[in-house]
């Protein structure tokens, strides 16, 4: 199976379930394009986004982080690192510019990727969290995952 490693909280949103029933990040954005479509494993890595203190989080994400229960800071420092935690398919790959006037661009969304002119959005879904993480290192880019 494929996997992306992408960096906590980010790589659990991606498989975390608002109240709607959608993941709360369902567009990964990239430098670059992919032209992979199907399953996919989420793989958080090792390192983690800088929140010490969550009251430094900028803004816009602030709100959206605590909507998604990662109000503290312990509760993002405790999550999973250097593991697979769950699955997503890539259904489409979009350059940024076709993706600002979809549903995908909301303010959410917005505050949790760069979607910044030349990117592109990765349209990820049906996520699914595993019960337990699974140990894995991660590497750069969509690589081959042999768990599970």
């Given at each position: 199976?494929?996997?992306?490693?992408?960096?906590q909280?980010?790589?659990?949103?991606?498989?975390?379930?608002?109240?709607?029933?959608?993941?709360?990040k369902?567009?990964?954005?990239?430098?670059?394009?992919?032209?992979?479509?199907?399953?996919?494993?989420?793989?958080?890595?090792?390192?983690?986004?800088?929140?010490?203190?969550?009251?430094?989080?900028?803004?816009?994400?602030?709100?959206?982080?605590?909507?998604?229960?990662?109000?503290?800071?312990?509760?993002?420092?405790?999550?999973?690192?250097?593991?697979?935690?769950?699955?997503?398919?890539?259904?489409?790959?979009?350059?940024?510019?076709?993706?600002?006037?979809?549903?995908?661009?909301?303010?959410?969304?917005r505050?949790?990727?760069?979607?910044?002119?030349?990117?592109?959005?990765?349209?990820?879904?049906?996520p699914?969290?595993?019960?337990?993480?699974?140990?894995?290192r991660?590497?750069?880019?969509?690589?081959?995952?042999?768990g599970?």
């Amino acid at each position: 199976m494929k996997a992306l490693t992408i960096r906590q909280p980010w790589a659990s949103l991606t498989i975390m379930l608002d109240k709607n029933g959608k993941a709360f990040k369902r567009v990964e954005t990239r430098s670059h394009r992919t032209n992979y479509r199907g399953r996919i494993a989420i793989h958080a890595g090792l390192a983690e986004e800088i929140f010490f203190p969550l009251r430094g989080v900028p803004r816009k994400e602030r709100p959206y982080l605590i909507e998604a229960g990662l109000g503290s800071d312990m509760t993002i420092h405790k999550m999973p690192h250097g593991a697979v935690v769950g699955e997503v398919t890539i259904a489409d790959c979009l350059p940024i510019e076709e993706l600002l006037e979809t549903p995908y661009c909301t303010e959410r969304e917005r505050a949790f990727g760069d979607w910044g002119k030349g990117r592109f959005g990765w349209i990820l879904e049906d996520p699914v969290l595993y019960d337990r993480p699974i140990p894995a290192r991660g590497q750069l880019g969509l690589w081959n995952w042999s768990g599970k």
